[in-house]
């Protein structure tokens, strides 16, 4: 479905460990789902600073701060998500769901291990776009989050037969996104 239907794009056809002589976290093709990056153009961690109060019915973009993208001495580069903080970030994929494939994104283990939840979020039948993702640092430590590496998995589910609505056929507010999309009703 990656190659026929651009299922996901860009697409890694098996897990990527290493980018020239750098270790990674992994991303790309696993058995029954891919692993997706965290894309660099896009990241925002909320903050008390300029931020009033977080209403989904009219979401303050002044609730969330840009922090500085930090470089490793390896190259890699990664911004340092502090203890208990709560950050939006995308996927560098961008998804193009058939009617009859249903997803969930789920938290990489070994993110979960340095104390990082990721929203569990679905990927809808007939949904279009990059995928947001919510990141809570549980720990009471910094994290790295590593740019244009793995972040989140998704796992894929698909039916014997189309489904009857789908999120294009209810005009899904979150249909086409191709950032960083904040709140909306
Ligand atoms: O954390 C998330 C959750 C969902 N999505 C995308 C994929 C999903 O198919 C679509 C709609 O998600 P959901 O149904 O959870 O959104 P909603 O709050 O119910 O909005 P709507 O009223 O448009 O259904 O948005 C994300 O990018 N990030």
Redesign the pocket.
């Known amino acids: 479905m990656c190659e026929e239907y651009h299922l996901i794009s860009p697409f890694e056809r098996q897990l990527i460990r290493q980018v020239e002589d750098r270790r990674i976290i992994s991303c790309g093709l696993s058995s029954y789902g891919y692993d997706c990056r965290l894309a660099k153009d896009e990241f925002k961690v909320f903050s008390p600073i300029q931020g009033t109060e977080v209403d989904p019915k009219n979401f303050n973009p002044n609730n969330l701060l840009d922090i500085p993208l930090r470089t490793a001495a390896d190259g890699s580069q990664y911004w340092l998500l502090p203890p208990h903080s709560y950050a939006l970030g ?1 996927t560098i994929e961008q ?1 193009q ?1 058939p009617r009859n494939v249903t997803a969930i ?1 789920l938290g990489k283990s070994t993110y979960a291990r340095c104390g990082l939840i990721q ?1 569990t ?4 039948a007939d ?1 279009k ?6 990141l809570y640092n549980a720990a009471n430590l910094p994290v790295r989050l590593y740019a244009e590496e793995g972040f989140v998995q998704i796992i894929f589910f698909e039916s014997d037969e189309d489904c009857a609505v789908s ?1 294009r056929d ?1 005009a ?4 086409g ?1 191709s950032g960083l ?1 904040l ?1 909306k ?1």
């Open positions: 995308v998804f769901m994104a929203n979020t679905p990927l809808e949904w776009g990059r995928l947001v993702i919510e999120y209810r899904g507010k979150y249909q996104q999309t709140a009703v």
